[in-house]
């Protein structure tokens, strides 16, 4: 299968800082998607980013497929970005492989 | 819309009985369905998945199965619940054009 790391593991900031997450993986792939467990354990989805770039609101993501990374940006990071942020890829639309997720802490 | 929720939310059982925990998904046919398994630690482990009705794939030999009685519903399951089946229990559905996932609120299992 394909491997997927993430990076850092954890992250702590304080709020109004930016931040970069990283995902990298192992093959080429069909499907990226970015998303954010809160702290009531609920996934939500944050973008599906084969490739290119996207935005939405105060955050943004690149995927260069070529180079088999994608990065997530954090702006102006506010306590409610807390939780972990999981990458998920797959290369058919059979399964999505997950990273380890990174777990971001932002304090008042 | 398309909308996916799961059931209990939250579930406290003794060692030795059994689970059902179900998933059901709104506004889309034939849903690729998915059961997920989250232990401390926070990585998310495929337990099966589902491309249609009475077909399951499953991931990992282990305690549960799962079925899948009609086209949006999927069901997780034990005969005999252990203490290492503890965790947080995640449903998802794939749409099919994009490949794109989502998940349902979750049940959190405790099993002592």
């Known amino acids: 299968g394909i491997q997927v790391e993430q990076s850092p593991p954890d992250l702590i900031l304080q709020e109004g800082a930016n931040s970069t997450l990283r995902c990298n993986f192992s093959d080429s792939v069909n499907n990226l998607q970015w998303f954010h467990q809160n702290p009531w354990g609920q996934l939500i989805n944050l973008f599906y980013?084969?490739?290119g770039t996207k935005q939405n609101g105060r955050l943004s993501a690149t995927t260069v497929a070529t180079e088999r990374y994608s990065l997530l940006y954090i702006s102006s990071s506010q306590t409610t970005d807390s939780g972990v942020y999981f990458c998920?890829?797959?290369?058919?639309?059979?399964?999505?492989?997950f990273g380890r997720g990174t777990q971001l802490t932002v304090w008042p | 819309s398309q909308t996916i929720h799961q059931w209990p939310a939250t579930l406290v059982q003794p060692v030795g009985s059994p689970l059902s925990l179900e998933c059901t998904v709104e506004?889309?046919?034939?849903?690729?369905l998915y059961w997920y398994r989250q232990a401390a630690g926070r990585g998310l482990q495929l337990l099966f998945y589902?491309?249609?009705?009475?077909?399951i794939s499953s991931e990992v030999p282990q305690n549960l199965s799962a079925s899948r009685p009609q086209d949006r519903q999927f069901i997780l399951s034990s005969k005999k619940l252990l203490l290492s089946d503890s965790g947080f229990y995640l449903c998802?559905?794939?749409?099919?054009?994009?490949?794109?996932?989502?998940f349902g609120e979750g049940s959190r299992l405790t099993v002592l």
């Open positions: 998920a890829v797959d290369s058919t639309l059979g399964r999505l492989y």
């Open positions: 998802a559905w794939r749409r099919s054009s994009t490949g794109e996932l989502f």
């Open positions: 980013i084969p490739s």
């Open positions: 506004g889309t046919s034939n849903p690729n």
């Open positions: 589902s491309v249609g009705i009475g077909q």
